[in-house]
């Protein structure tokens, strides 16, 4: 099955555009397309249109458990070795997207971060096919597998993708003080637990 590994840095000037970012060193890829130069404007048609190709694939029956997450710039060529050397790990993946961010410019407290300087996002979009017909559970134990691997990268998950997590996940991914902060404001606000309680947060605190 073919994939595709995307990698984008942004600037503020035209100097380095040419070069390719450091971290796509030594991931051994067979071939590799000249950089792209886009407004981020562009960029974010060019997203559009991929997301809706994606959507047109789910109505037509394909199974889409992506995950997304955050990683030390550091730990990028390491985790995406071994997600394409772990066949179980690389199950239904057609598409890789790994993108640097200035970790400084994420203030708000409930999106984590590592601790970085520079940070990578990074989504394995995970699909099935009529050609591969990959398991969705498969899919699903990959990706919950991989969470596991994120502490010990200083990596943190990110939750509108994250798989199904435990509470002490959750509390561990958030950290004590501002795992407090979201319990004391989630009893408050919510005491009902009517929000989005699909992800289970505070089901076993509350």
Request: glycine share 6%; net charge positive.
């Amino acid at each position: 099955m073919r994939f595709q590994l995307i990698g984008g840095s942004f600037f503020a000037d035209g100097d380095d555009t040419d070069r390719s970012p450091p971290w796509m060193e030594g991931l051994q890829h067979i071939s590799q397309a000249p950089p792209v130069r886009l407004s981020y404007w562009d960029y974010l048609d060019r997203r559009t249109a991929s997301q809706t190709a994606s959507i047109a694939a789910v109505k037509r029956g394909a199974k889409n458990p992506s995950l997304a997450f955050m990683l030390p710039a550091a730990s990028v060529v390491p985790f995406v070795t071994h997600v394409l050397a772990t066949p179980e790990a690389f199950a239904g993946i057609w598409l890789i997207e790994v993108f640097p961010m200035i970790t400084a410019r994420f203030a708000q407290p409930l999106q984590k971060m590592p601790a970085a300087d520079v940070s990578c996002r990074v989504r394995l979009h995970r699909r099935t096919s009529a050609d591969t017909m990959h398991d969705p559970q498969a899919m699903l134990a990959a990706n919950q597998t991989l969470v596991t691997r994120l502490p010990a990268t200083g990596g943190k998950v990110y939750p509108p993708y994250a798989p199904v997590l435990s509470q002490e996940q959750w509390q561990q991914h958030y950290g004590p003080a501002t795992w407090q902060r979201f319990a004391a404001a989630k009893k408050l606000f919510d005491p009902n637990n009517v929000l989005t309680p699909g992800a289970g947060i505070f089901q076993a605190a509350l």
